[in-house]
């Protein structure tokens, strides 16, 4: 069986994003590298969007970027400006085939579907398949988006609608997300922040139907494609060892109170191939403590609070769009910090700082 100096599990998001990474930087030269995915074909399953704060290797697969955005309670809408931050739709359909094709050139580079294939003793491995823990009380970002094509021009293609909490709460916290790539076509997101416990928030399509044709009251419409997923709020059980680091989901690159987790898993990249050779010594890379701790309670009040988020959602995007959207892509500093939590209710988040 063949050896590997490195082994990525998993060829998702952050495998991938990794070994673009080492490849470009002209560190898989002289090094060889097993990538093992299970996945028979690669095709588009996701778009990754993000506010655009620190420079990553994937421009050319935005479909789209907005310099506005809004987002709305009942009777009430915020129009807020990012052209600092672009905010950027990745398909994931294009991400895996520049990767790929890139990844192809280099022989020392080379896919297998199970790591039972190759000798991974003497390699160091990176791991991205996470292991959750089953708790019946973790939250989660559930959601399901479907592409949509209108006869006639319908949507302002200029503005995306970040969060639309107009929309049945069910005791828990449900917005519409949407994404206009043109004027007559748009993502248009179902997501739940829940335990997943009730099987009720699952009727997707009825939700995403009941949205299109009762709320915009669009008729003439077909889908083009529908992706489908749920983002573990809470953070998965996998261990570092000495020969091992986990990377994306699994190494803890997603933001807990978002779900944002791909501009994360370019940063881990990009810190993984400057530390390449001193891995061993360096301190694990992870999401600042600061924001850690934050989320944690900001978890805690949807947990206990789900009625109020969507005021407090709209309140924490008044004032600097700049300073909201730092906070919430790990790039605030004290100040900023400072100016978000003072507009969070007091007593609901000092019960749960207490944990009540
Ligand atoms: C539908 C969806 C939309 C999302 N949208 C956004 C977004 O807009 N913005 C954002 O920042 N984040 C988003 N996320 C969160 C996060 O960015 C993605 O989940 C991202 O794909 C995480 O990358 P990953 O490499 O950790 O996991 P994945 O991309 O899921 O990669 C894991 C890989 O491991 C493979 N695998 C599974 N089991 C094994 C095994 N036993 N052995 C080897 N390989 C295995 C899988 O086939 C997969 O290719 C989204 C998540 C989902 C599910």
Excluded at 18 to 33: P, V
Excluded at 94 to 106: A, E, H, P, S, T
Excluded at 147 to 167: S, V
Excluded at 183 to 201: C, G, P, Q, V
Aim: aromatic share 14%.
């Amino acid at each position: 069986m063949k050896d590997f100096d490195y082994i990525i599990i998993g060829g998702g998001c952050a495998g991938l994003s990794l070994a673009y990474e080492l490849e470009i930087h002209q560190k898989l030269k002289n090094k060889t590298l097993a990538i093992i995915e299970p996945r028979d074909e690669y095709k588009k399953d996701k778009t990754w969007s993000f506010w655009k704060i620190i420079p990553h290797n994937f421009d050319d697969c935005v479909k789209k970027s907005w310099n506005n955005f809004s987002i709305n309670v009942p009777n009430k809408t915020k129009f807020l400006e990012c052209s600092n931050y672009p905010y950027q739709s990745i398909d994931s359909g294009l991400f895996y085939k520049k990767v790929i094709d890139r990844l192809k050139q280099n022989k020392n580079i080379k896919f297998f579907k199970n790591i039972d294939e190759i000798n991974s003793k003497n390699s160091f491995i990176f791991n991205s398949v996470p292991q959750l823990k089953k708790n019946n009380n973790d939250l989660w970002q559930h959601f399901c988006g479907v592409e949509i094509e209108t006869k006639n021009n319908f949507f302002d293609d200029e503005m995306m609608n970040l969060m639309d909490f107009d929309c049945e709460q069910r005791n828990t916290v449900h917005f519409f997300y949407t994404l206009p790539y043109t004027k007559n076509k748009a993502l248009i997101e179902t997501t739940w922040l829940s335990t997943m416990k009730d099987e009720s928030e699952k009727d997707y399509e009825k939700q995403i139907k009941d949205y299109v044709e009762n709320h915009l009251k669009l008729k003439e419409y077909k889908i083009n494609y529908k992706e489908e997923g749920a983002i573990p709020l809470f953070y998965p059980l996998n261990k570092s060892e000495s020969n091992k680091i986990n990377i994306g989901t699994a190494g803890g690159m997603t933001r807990l109170s978002t779900g944002y987790t791909f501009l994360n898993i370019q940063e881990h990249s990009k810190f993984i191939r400057e530390n390449l050779e001193n891995l061993t010594k360096v301190k694990l890379f992870e999401i600042e403590k600061k924001y850690q701790f934050l989320d944690k309670i900001f978890l805690r009040v949807i947990k206990k609070n789900s009625g109020i988020m969507p005021s407090i959602f709209f309140k924490m995007f008044s004032g600097s769009s700049n300073t909201v959207i730092k906070f919430l892509s790990n790039k605030s500093n004290f100040l900023e910090d400072l100016s978000i939590i003072l507009k969070m209710p007091k007593w609901t988040f000092i019960k749960a700082l207490f944990g009540r």
